[in-house]
């Protein structure tokens, strides 16, 4: 008798345990869906890049940086160094690193990454 009262305390306990489970995994999926973040910020997709004024963008040097350029291609990576009116820029490109430079004068906008 004892062990069918233990059997069926386990029993509702695994099934309790399960429909809990069930229901975080819907709600994160659905949070997830509906372009929810998590705990360690908006989800990539949703987060919006803040804008800075090009003319103060030597502030950013070491910071990840969105460049527009007026050809209309966006440059992105890290801003290494802005010298002699030319921006060096550290990008992903292959399986690695390169640094690519523009003038100044070919950014008309530029966004904090």
């Avoid at 989800?43 to 919006?48: G, S, Y």
Wanted: charged letters at 20%; aromatic letters at 6%.
């Amino acid at each position: 008798m004892a062990l069918q009262k233990w059997a069926l305390t386990a029993t509702l306990m695994l099934a309790t345990a399960t429909a809990a489970a069930q229901d975080d995994a819907a709600w994160i999926e659905m949070h997830l869906r509906n372009g929810g973040g998590t705990a360690i910020g908006p989800a990539p997709e949703f987060r919006k890049p803040d804008a800075i004024s090009v003319a103060n963008i030597d502030r950013y040097v070491g910071k990840g940086v969105r460049l527009h350029l007026s050809s209309g291609r966006i440059r992105e990576g890290v801003l290494e160094k802005i010298e002699d009116g030319q921006l060096y820029l550290r990008s992903p490109m292959g399986g690695g690193y390169a640094t690519v430079s523009f003038s100044r004068s070919q950014v008309v906008k530029a966004e904090l990454e």
